[in-house]
């Protein structure tokens, strides 16, 4: 099963956090998991996959303008019931504007008739809420968060690709 991870980047920390996600989603056995800038996205691997995780830095309480076109104009190919999550990266603690850079990402989804997971945060400390969120360079609990987001992603992507008992 394969799963695609597009991110932008422009410090390197959301690449990095893309890098954690694809580890995290090879925890999985049978997973194969790709990243890919939104400047070099494999749209033949992305048809492929079963799932397709999105990543980008926050900027004035949003997604960066990089991810949101491509979210609006990046692919032409249809995405519904592909199983997606999300990630973002900001430079220092805001008041809430990584929860609405996701939404924002998470609306993209949904309008392409995707199914979003985050693994949640029940009875978890380092819970996801809508999906991984690092502070600065994805270190610490910010990289745990990544690696439970591509883990969590890929496991319920195998879980739903299971046959259907007659």
């Known amino acids: 099963m394969q799963i695609a991870i597009i991110y932008h980047s422009e410090t390197g920390n959301t690449r990095r956090m893309a890098e954690l996600v ?7 056995v049978g997973v194969q998991a790709r990243c890919m800038s939104v400047d070099a996205v494999d749209q033949d691997y992305v048809d492929g996959a079963a799932a397709l995780i999105l990543g980008a830095p926050i900027y004035g309480g949003s997604c960066s303008w990089q991810m949101k076109r491509f979210l609006d104009t990046g692919s032409r190919r249809t995405w519904a019931g592909k199983l997606g999550g999300v990630f973002v990266s900001q430079r220092y603690p805001a008041g809430g504007g990584e929860s609405f850079g996701e939404m924002v990402i998470i609306g993209g989804m949904l309008s ?55």
Not at 23 to 28: F, H, S, T
Not at 124 to 143: K, T
Request: charged share 20%.
């Open 22 to 28: 694809q580890q995290g989603c090879e925890r999985v």
């Open 112 to 166: 392409r008739g995707m199914m979003v997971y985050s693994g949640g945060v029940a009875g978890r400390s380092d819970g996801l809420h809508f999906g991984a969120v690092s502070v600065g360079a994805p270190e610490g609990i910010f990289a745990e968060r990544c690696l439970r987001l591509g883990e969590a992603i890929a496991t319920r992507a195998s879980e739903l690709s299971l046959p259907v008992a007659s």
